[in-house]
T-cell receptor, first 116, second 114 residues
Framework: DTGVSQNPRHKITKRGQNVTFRCDPI?????LYWYRQTLGQGPEFLTY????????KSRLLSDRFSAERPKGSFSTLEIQRTEQGDSAMYLC??????????????FGPGTRLTVL | AQKVTQAQTEISVVEKEDVTLDCVYE???????LFWYKQPPSGELVFLIR??????QNEISGRYSWNFQKSTSSFNFTITASQVVDSAVYFC???????????FGKGNQVVVIP
């Protein structure tokens, strides 16, 4: 399978704990995006990378959230001191910057976070 | 600021009926892209179609068709002869030129009854 993969698929944690999610994009895609989707809503943009550079962050990304893409390949999203309001599906997407599907975002299956 | 509005309703149709989903968008850019995505119960967003702001030609792709009208800022989507496998949430999304984030609507839950 050469699609976008995310791990873990599900995470249950207690309020106040730190969690980290991983996203592996499609290998030749140099852009990587993180979105958050709460129940009954559409995905909301959090941040995106071009190669290893984080080029844009949403106001939704509080200082408890940090994302990295150290070698321009996989990315991690960490949430510190989780709150119940962080419960959501975290979606990762990647896109190429050239070719027939330039700028089309391909989504992974998501990581569902539940904060108790 | 980019914004997408979908009347967030559950739409139920009997198999083989057509279903049309409405999408209204807001943007100040003259260059932008519009998308429809499908999210089945498994949760993964599946890309369906994309149009850019300079191409208002409406097309048909299999059982999918769309109606893009810049004059009314609408990008409606139709599934013809619906099937049970079409049951999913459908999202309209907008991307402005110069940024790469997608702004999604709240989605339409489509239920196809056999």
């Amino acid at each position: 399978d050469t699609g976008v993969s995310q791990n873990p698929r599900h995470k249950i944690t207690k309020r106040g704990q730190n969690v980290t999610f991983r996203c592996d994009p499609i290998s030749e895609h140099n852009r990587l995006y993180w979105y958050r989707q709460t129940l009954g809503q559409g995905p909301e943009f959090l941040t995106y990378f071009q190669n290893e550079a984080q080029l844009e962050k949403s106001r939704l990304l509080s200082d408890r959230f940090s994302a990295e893409r150290p070698k321009g390949s996989f990315s991690t999203l960490e949430i510190q001191r989780t709150e119940q309001g962080d419960s959501a599906m975290y979606l990762c997407a990647s896109s190429p910057t050239s070719g027939p599907v330039k700028n089309e975002q391909f989504f992974g299956p998501g990581t569902r976070l539940t904060v108790l | 600021a980019q914004k997408v509005t979908q009347a967030q309703t559950e739409i139920s149709v009997v198999e083989k009926e057509d279903v049309t989903l409405d999408c209204v968008y807001e943007t100040r850019d003259t260059t932008y892209y519009l998308f429809w995505y499908k999210q089945p119960p498994s949760g993964e967003l599946v890309f369906l179609i994309r149009r850019n702001s300079f191409d208002e030609q409406n097309e048909i792709s299999g059982r999918y068709s769309w109606n893009f009208q810049k004059s009314t800022s609408s990008f409606n989507f139709t599934i013809t002869a619906s099937q049970v496998v079409d049951s999913a949430v459908y999202f309209c999304a907008l991307s402005e030129s110069g940024n790469n984030r997608l702004a999604f609507g709240k989605g339409n839950q489509v239920v196809v009854i056999p």
